[in-house]
């Protein structure tokens, strides 16, 4: 849909050259990742909107390279950590440890204490390791023995999980799922673009050929940059009637929270900032709606039954929900 946006009050930035710097951190990570533009784009809002992403998909599907990627594309300190249902709650924050030259504990921070933290296979862990990621996501702070310690900026938790294998695994609780501003399904590529992956890598990583194009200084500013995006009023009334439709389809438990109002809202400035607007439109929520909603619904028992999923349930919200018309958008 093109159309004109809403006026700007303040138009001393310019969301063309902000989408350029991201264009140029897709583009570095493509030298990477064959069929995986999607999936950047997504992750890039997570990025912008200060939120989280959960991976959601079968090995083999390129998860963890993607995390490594656009890490190093953002120029971002990244930390790996393989979770386990021996993983203790320390090993995620760190722990004080006795240090006999001085006679006194001194914190050692963990893997956590870095700008973009791969938590992979979380369903693995333990409810308790589990938990010692919530206030790091919601706060962007660690506490250990009584002392409150900040997380440095950008802070970005990727998860990853197996849909599949479930034995021996620790499904994420509602509360942990609703933290995660994006869940995301890589999938499978195509025949042609597993073709290009094979040629891509034949001789050797592309990995170690890629390097930095953004700061983290420059990922701070299109975070506050994502915020200045204006979300007019039809807009925003489209994207509250799509949540709130959720509550009340009969096939749905539980529905979109107040929480997931929010996360959308963040996530459609995030789009249109990408994509060189300053202003957002009903595109974007169609767009990012099921990426945003459909992690945060639980469904009824005779939906289960007849095999609906939390992403059929939105798909259909978006059909049933009128769209605002194009001349209700322009100033």
Known sequence: MSVKGPHLPDESWDPVAASRTVGEIREAVSTVLVGKEEVVDRLLVAVLCRGHALLDDVPGVGKTLVARSLATALGCDFHRIQLTPDVMPSDVTGSSVFNQRTTDFEFRPGPIFTQI????????????????????????????????????????????????????????????????????????????????????????????????????????????QRARVTVGDPVRAYLLDVVRATREDERVMLGGSPRATLSLHRAIQARALIEGRAFAIPDDVKALAGDVLAHRLVLSAGARLRAHTAAVVVASVLETVPVPVEDDLVA
């Open 117 to 224: 933290l791969l938590a992979d296979e979380i369903n693995r862990a333990t409810p308790r390791a589990q938990s010692a990621l919530l206030e790091a996501m919601q706060e962007r702070q660690v506490t250990v023995d009584g002392h409150t310690r900040a997380l440095p900026e950008p802070f970005l938790v990727l998860a990853t999980q197996n849909p599949v294998e479930l034995e021996g695994t620790f499904p994420l609780p509602e509360a942990q799922l609703d933290r995660f501003l994006l869940r995301i399904a890589p999938g499978y590529p195509s025949r042609d673009e597993e073709d290009l992956m094979l040629r891509r890598f034949e001789h050797d990583d592309p990995f170690d050929r890629l390097s930095a194009v953004a700061t983290p200084e420059e990922i701070i500013a299109l975070q506050d």
